[in-house]
């Protein structure tokens, strides 16, 4: 059984920082593509970034240059660097993780960005 559990999120204001983790554990997770969505009120979850295991990222255009995501393999770990918020990225982030075809999610941490 895959599990997936975050860590991080919080309030802060425009342009600051803030870092997401997740750490997964269970069969198979250190040699799957993990990925960061995030859904806002009213809107469909979309992807933020996502990291293979070997350590490739993929960004969304909304968020390239500002957030970082990378991967501890040791640790089963994926974390999300977010500088330079904005209030636009005031959302849920979910952590994901595909095994063999298979969505597994965390539980959500609430992101809010205040003007």
């Known amino acids: 059984q895959v599990q997936l559990v975050e860590s991080g999120g919080g309030l802060v204001q425009a342009g600051g920082s803030l870092r997401l983790s997740c750490a997964a554990s269970?069969?198979?997770?250190?040699?799957?593509?993990m990925g960061w969505y995030r859904q806002a009120p009213g809107k469909q979850r979309e992807l933020v970034a996502a990291?293979?295991?070997?350590?490739?990222?993929n960004y969304a255009d909304s968020v390239k240059g500002r957030f970082t995501i990378s991967r501890d393999k040791a640790k089963n770990t994926v974390y999300l660097q977010m500088n330079s918020l904005k209030p636009e990225d005031t959302a849920v982030y979910y952590c994901?993780?595909?095994?063999?075809?298979?969505?597994?999610w965390g539980q959500g941490t609430q992101v809010t960005v205040s003007s």
């Open positions: 269970g069969r198979w997770v250190s040699i799957h593509p």
């Open positions: 994901n993780i595909a095994v063999f075809g298979i969505d597994y």
């Open positions: 990291i293979t295991s070997g350590g490739s990222a």
